[in-house]
Structures are given as C-alpha cells and as structure tokens.
C-alpha cells in the first residue's frame, strides 16, 4: 500500500479522479500478459509531459518504486508491479499530434494504439510497418518499451528502425530530447536506439516521432505445405539468400498445424511436419515474378502443394491459419508459454530440428511458430501451472532452448523482452562485463533504482 | 459462489489483452476495471476471496454491454458473456436490486406483466413533460411513440395462410410486441407471403435479457421454463424471431444457464436448435428473391451485437438487402461495433453510452444511406434518437421491414 501523504500528492498533481487505489482498482492493475501477479499501491493515469514528470519527482523525493504501464500486453511481465510502487498508465495521453506528409513522419503521444496510428497514416496512403499481434491494443510507449516486431520484420526491421526521436521523462522528472526529425542524424550518442527495448528501465517514453513509408501497392500470399521440417528450414534460407525480401514469411510445425486445424477446420493437412506461408508486397509487377520465384523455391525444396492467392479473400483466407495459432494454442492446455528464441536465419533448420529432441528429452509438448524469414521462432510450451512436477520439465527445456539457440549464434529474445520472464538467463547470453556496464547505464539513468522495478536488471517479485 | 461451469471456464484467460480492442466501454474508459479482462481477474479474485463485494464492484460489474465483442475475439474461447452475467448475480446476493429494476421487473417482464400498459401510461406522462428533456442522452421527442394496441392483440394466435408449406412459432419479444409492432407485422406478412403458418403461443413470456443482464436469476428461471414449455407444444418446424437479444437467449443461453445451475438442459437445448433468426429463415426460402420488387434507395446495415456476435448471423441479412432489386448497399465502418444500448446500461451510463453512439452515428451518416437496416428493435430504439432531428433523420428500419415493402410494391405493379 502507497503512504496516505504520497497519495495525497500524487492528488494534487493530476486530480482526484486520475488516481485510483481501491483495491478493485489495484486487482486490475496487478498483471500483464505473463503469467504472474503482483498488486501495486496504486495506479495514476497522467495526461501530459508535465503530470509524467510531476509524478517523477514525488516518486524520486519519496523513494517510491513506479511501473509504466500501456495497455498490459507485455509477454515478459516487465509491467507487472510492486505493492508498495505506482503504476504509472499512459493510455490517457493517446493525441496524434501530427502526420507530416512530405517529410513521412508522424508524431503521437505514447499512449497512441499502434493499430491506430497505421489506420490514421494509411488514411494517408502512407505505412507505419511494426505490427506485433497485439497492435490493435497496444500502445506505442509499449512498443518503444519492447522493441515489438511482429509478421513484417524480414522486410521492415522492428519498432527500433522507425524512431527519429523520442521525449523521455527520466526517474528525476528531467525531461529529456534524443534523436531529430532529420532522416539523418549523428550528433551525440544515440540515445533513442538506447531507450528504445530498454523495458522501461531507463526513462518513461512519452512522445514519439517515427518514420513511414509509402504504402505498398499490391500484396500477395502463398501457402505452402511440406512433409519434412527441414526442407521448409532450408527453403526459407535458400528464399533469403537468392536475395529476395518477402514481407512475411511464417512456419507452422506440425503440432500448430494440427491445433489450427482443429480450430477451423480451413483444411490443412495434418499429417505433415511444416506449413508456410509467405507475403510479398509492393509493385505489382514486382510483386507477380517474386511470387511466382517462391513457388518455385517452395516446389524444389519439396513441397508437395503451393497454393497462390488470386484476390484479397485468398490473401485473408491464407492469413487466417497463422491468426489462429494462439487460439488454437491456447485450448489445447490451461496454460501456454510463448519463448522467443532467434537465431541467424542459415541457421533456422537446425534449430527447428532440436524442438522435437528436447520435447522428447523432457516429455513436454512443443508447437513451434515462427517468424522464419526472420529466425525469430516461438516454440510453445504448453502445460498445467498447477502440476509441480511438470513445471519442473518445461523449465528445463526452456533453458536448454536457450542454450542451443545461444550455441548457434542466437540471443535469448527477439520481440517479447525479457522482463523476469527471462532474467534468469541473461547470464548465459552476456559475460560478467556486459551485464556490468548494462547495470551502469541503468545507474546513471535511474540512481535510485525506482523504475521498473520487475526488470531484466532488477527484479522485486519472487518467481 | 459461481459454477463449476464458470469457475473452470475463469481458469483459461491467458491475460493477452486482445479483448480490450474489442470492448466498447474500455476504448472510451481506457482504464482496465472497465476491460472484459479486467472483470475477469476481479471475478477471480472474488472466487479467491482476495476481494470482497463492494458497491465499487457493482459499479464496475455494471458497466458492461453484455454486447460479447470481447468472447468474440477470446483466442481462448472464453465466454466472458457468461462470466460477468455470473458476476452481477454474485453481487445481486450482497446488495439486491436496484428498487426501480425490482418495481418493473415483478410488474412488467413476468407472466402477467403489464408492460404494454406501463408504455401507455409513461406515454401520456410524457406528453405532460417539457419535450427537451432528455432520458439516457435522448430527447423526449425524439423517442418513438409507443402504439394503443400491441403487436400480440392486433393479430391472431395462429395465422394459416392459403397453402401450408412450413410452421413455425413466432417470439415477439417485449420491444416488438409493445413498442414497435410494425416490425412484427412486416415479419408475419412475409411469412406469409411465403406460405409459413404461424403460431404466436398465448403463454409467452419475456425471453429475459433483462434479467440476464441484471444477475436476476429467480425470476429468469421461471421465464426460461414458461417459454420452453410454451413453444415445445405446438408441433413447429422453427422458432423464428425478428429480436436480435430474445433470438441469442433463446438459442443460446437458456441451455447454457440450465447448465451452469446444474438443471436438465434436454428440453431447452431442443427448443434452442429450433431457433431461427428471421434473416436466417428467410435466406432459407429461395422463392423469396423471386418475389421482391425494386427499392430504389441507398441502405447501410447496423450488426446488433446478439446477432452477429451472439449468434454469428452477419452474411445473411445483408444478403437479404441486397436481393432488393435498386437497392444500393454501402457497408459502414466497425459496422459490427455496439450502438452503446445495453438495455439498462445507457440510463446508468448515459454520458458513455452517448459517446459511444455517437461514433456509431457518424459512421453511419459517412454512407450517405437514407436508410439503415439492422436486426434489433433495441437497437432501433437507440439509434432512432440519434440520427439528427424528427424530420432530417436518417431512417432506422429492421431488415424485415424493407423486404415486406418491397414485397409489398411487387403487389402494387
């Protein structure tokens, strides 16, 4: 529970109605989309730059630990709080303040839905690429936050390679200007590209400018099906390596498949050891030759049907497979656990190749998704949190995930963070040094420690 | 304490947040006690008795469409719907009943009830009231005439039409029987046009969204079991109603509330595979589109949220519309998002509610259509008010209503 005097303050500065500590309120504010929880003190929701760095300075001068919060998607639980810390809940500054056509770019408040922004900029005829599943409720703070990815990645890179610039109110309430509205821009340390994936830990995003694009003409989907895992793997490092960038390319492991198919009856074959599914994008003419370039990639590299898309309903009928793994996913067990896992795409095929070893080593269940064109791969670790036992195992599988990912020249996350979910494993990622100078930029951002306090580099909650 | 049916059911939320893009109340509150998710972790904190009931919690709970956008999107296939139903009647054994919901629930909705007369008598009230005044965000002027006879005593019990080809039972339901019995009407004259029997079964009751939808679960019960019985007994081949809210009841909650109190849900459960949306029903009679004439207007169709959410019906009456011989149909933006009604969530939330209908105005308003369609005289009921002045406004219709028109003008030529 927050002190009545800290209460009281935090009152004064955004007003009765914007602070909220019943426990009701606290019950509703205690998670995010990890599986643990944790009740704040209490929760305020500021609606300027000002407020943010109001709330700041009081949490500083009393020592008291604050959360920022978007919309409570986060995979990795980095928003879960602390009973005696503030959620700080930014859904109220949700303004886009502006869309600059001839410099495509757009500033919004963090607050924004990312899957507002795209809207409001397509609207436009321009494109705001990063698009994680969750983007027609998270919130743009979030996703600069996170770093969130999403299907677009192999064409259009993450969240990180849209910011110009970011306003950033830090521990001690400063607020503070990086990056420019320059398409160019060398000057200082890159401080954006800095807090941008820092999971909250070093400031709180408050204003965001990023960069569009044009929107792309035409797109078009192909699905294809292939008995063996391996040859989907080596298709897709052949498809990247004779230099063609597709906008989307997802693979479904027989298990997905076999789920999805339960779920929607579309009819897919469940008998077979992968499914993928690629999305090309652009001119048109660009478009028809890369498409049809694929279906040749997919043909020789084994598989035994390609089907293109011929309009927008098949181009959605395509994409319906890949929208219902998580549905799909999550009736089959009482709880999932999505990893994260990346690897350089040449090596996709072996590390496809370890899931069914390390879920026949442990006798857990693995469903793999992944964002192949990438090599960012979700194996989905489906089980019972109640059974002691068999939490034991997942546990053990996901370190050794981990391990051979990191044997491969792999890194433990490519979108979701790593929050408390992974903490435990940085050491295995980075030497003593690494995580050293991490926890001094931490300590040079935030002396006190107050940010964030369930983090990669702090964590209060006990697993 | 909640269900067993419901307490496994809290169990599979995963927490992801997906509802909460779906939720009409969290995109205007943007604060997660107003979430589906939200009420689902206080529902189980509750269970856990990490909470207590709380007039808060009430308030909460109550601020809810029970529209199931957000069971619409569940990856985990949770019927949230269900959950806050549970949740309200949880609190109904803390508090009680609003005095107001208990007077009209007792007097209006059971066998017996005199809501067709209460109508009149808040008719000619309201002809003594300034015509300003405003009631959940509507002007008084603005809000239909209630009509001296309801649908139930201008028609008979049972209309046979010249040649039988299929029976079926018609549910009115309280809106279309009291307040807009023209719906009803255009629904029996197609019917007959198409030569279906009808059979309006004396003993019907109100289907009992509203008291669903209040946690009122005694009376609900005995309105379940009357309604069941009254429309097993005549030998029918469907049930078929022209109400988005009775519609989804009947076809699926009644079974589904047997179950979760432990009952024998046999009975129900065939009654409810009967059940047929009038748009599906009439999608069915392939002869219908040979008898349309044209309807020379620019339409746009509302989803109310119990057909296309509660029952999955999206394709069919937009199908119908367009078999209109000159219709020209123009689809509105988030078509399927809530009018913001609730039944009596708009007269608790009147300033949310307004919002929300005003977003769905607009949209419709962006179609440039003279007339919108949809399947709900609730719904009806709350965009009627909203769509500018008497005069000016645009022209709310059930879709039924336009397919007996245009049956009507093929008569004429």
């Not at chain 2, 004259?189 to 309006?200: K, N, Y």
């Not at chain 2, 988030?334 to 977003?359: H, K, L, M, T």
Request: hydrophobic share 40%; glycine share 8%.
């Amino acid at each position: 529970m927050l002190n009545a005097g800290a209460l009281r303050r935090l009152e004064q500065i955004v007003g009765k109605e914007r602070v909220k500590a019943a426990p009701e309120d606290l019950v509703t504010y205690s998670y995010d989309a990890y599986l643990k929880e944790s009740l704040p003190g209490a929760v305020v929701f500021p609606q300027s730059t000002e407020e943010v760095s109001a709330i700041l300075k009081l949490a500083s001068a009393e020592q008291i630990p604050v959360t920022p919060r978007g919309a409570g998607t986060n995979l990795s639980g980095g928003s879960i709080p602390v009973p005696e810390g503030i959620v700080l809940c930014l859904t109220r500054m949700n303004r886009i303040l502006e869309i600059d056509e001839r410099n495509r770019l757009a500033v919004a408040e963090a607050g924004v839905i990312n899957g507002d922004l795209q809207k409001a900029v397509e609207a436009k005829n321009l494109f705001y690429p990063p698009d994680p599943s969750s983007q027609y409720i998270s919130t743009l703070g979030g996703n600069v936050a996170e770093n969130a990815g999403g299907l677009k990645c192999v064409k259009y890179g993450t969240t990180r390679d849209y910011l110009l610039a970011l306003e950033v109110v830090l521990p001690s309430g400063a607020v503070i200007q990086t990056g420019s509205r320059t398409a160019k821009n060398v000057t200082g340390y890159d401080l954006t590209r800095l807090l941008c994936g820092s999971e909250g830990t070093l400031g709180i995003v408050t204003k965001v400018t990023v960069r569009l694009l044009p929107k792309p003409e035409v797109k078009r989907a192909l699905q294809a099906i292939f008995p063996d895992l391996g040859e989907a793997g080596e298709t897709v490092a052949r498809i990247i390596g004779a230099g063609i960038i597709p906008s989307i390319m997802e693979l479904m492991d027989q298990a997905i498949t076999g789920a999805v198919e339960d779920f929607t009856h579309m009819g897919l074959p469940k008998d077979v050891e992968a499914v993928l599914l690629v999305e090309v994008d652009g001119k048109k003419e660009m478009v028809e030759k890369e498409i049809s370039q694929i279906a040749e990639f997919c043909q020789k590299g084994g598989a035994t049907e390609v089907k293109v898309a011929r309009s927008e309903e098949e181009n959605e009928a395509i994409w319906l497979a890949r929208r219902s793994v998580f549905g799909a996913l999550a009736r089959l067990s009482p709880s999932t656990f999505s990893e994260d896992t990346t690897v350089p795409v040449s090596e996709l095929p072996a590390m496809l190749r370890k899931f069914p070893q390390i879920a026949e080593k442990y006798k857990v269940r693995i469903a793999v998704v992944a964002h192949a064109g990438d090599g960012n791969i979700h194996p989905c670790l489906s089980f019972d949190e109640r059974d002691k036992e068999e939490m034991a195992r997942v546990e053990l599988a996901a370190q050794e995930i981990v391990a051979e990912s990191l044997a491969l020249g792999g890194t433990l996350s490519g979108e979701h963070g790593i929050g408390i979910s992974k903490a435990r494993f940085l050491p295995m990622e980075f030497n003593p040094a690494t995580l050293q100078i991490m926890r001094e930029v931490k300590r040079s951002f935030d002396p006190l420690g107050i940010l964030s306090p369930n983090s990669f580099i702090s964590q209060k909650l006990k697993e | 304490m909640i269900s067993q049916t419901n307490a496994e059911g809290l169990q599979r939320c995963i927490k992801c947040g997906l509802c909460l893009a779906a939720c009409p109340v969290y995109k205007h509150l943007l604060e997660e006690t107003a979430a589906p998710r939200g009420k689902v972790q206080l529902l189980k904190a509750l269970q856990s008795e990490g909470l207590t009931s709380s007039r808060y919690l009430e308030e909460i709970a109550s601020r809810c469409l029970l529209c199931h956008s957000c069971a619409a999107v569940c990856p985990s296939g949770m019927e949230t719907g269900h959950l806050i139903a549970a949740l309200r009647t949880e609190l109904l054994q803390s508090f009680g009943l609003d005095w107001k919901k208990k007077l009209a629930f007792r007097h209006l909705l059971s066998e017996g009830g005199h809501l067709g007369l209460a109508l009149q008598m808040a008719q000619i009230l309201r002809s003594l009231l300034p015509s300003r005044l405003k009631v959940a965000g509507s002007q008084l002027s603005d809000l239909p005439s209630v009509p001296f006879r309801s649908l139930r005593d201008q028609v008979p019990e049972r209309i046979r039409p010249a040649r039988v080809k299929t029976t079926v039972a018609f549910f009115p339901g309280c809106l279309i029987d009291t307040v807009y019995p023209e719906i009803g009407r255009a629904a029996l004259s197609v019917l007959q046009a198409l030569g279906v029997e009808v059979i309006i079964p004396k003993g019907l009751v109100c289907c009992g969204t509203p008291l669903l939808i209040s946690g009122e679960r005694e009376m609900l019960a005995q309105n379940l079991k009357q309604n069941v019985r009254e429309l097993l007994a005549p030998r029918v081949d469907f049930i078929v109603t022209a109400c988005a809210s009775c519609g989804h009841t009947l076809k699926k909650e009644y079974a589904y509330l047997l179950r979760e109190w432990g009952e024998d849900d046999a009975l129900a459960a065939k009654m409810g595979e009967k059940v047929r949306d009038i748009s599906q029903f009439l999608t069915d009679q392939e002869e219908l589109k040979g008898l349309l004439s044209p309807l020379p207007m620019t339409l746009t169709y509302h989803d109310p949220c119990h057909l296309a959410k509660g029952q999955g019906v999206r394709g069919e009456p937009r199908g119908l519309l367009k078999s209109i011989p000159e219709v020209t149909f123009s689809e509105m933006a988030e078509a399927d998002v809530c009018c913001g009604g609730g039944g009596s969530f708009q007269f608790y939330f009147p300033e949310i509610s307004q919002q929300i209908v005003s977003s769905k105005a607009e949209n419709i308003r962006k179609t440039k259509a003279e007339v919108v369609a949809t399947g709900c005289p609730a719904c009806r009921l709350r965009l009627e008010s909203h769509l500018g002045t008497r005069d000016s406004r645009v022209k709310v219709r059930h879709t039924v209503e336009l397919l007996a028109e245009s049956l009507k003008g093929g008569k004429k030529r």
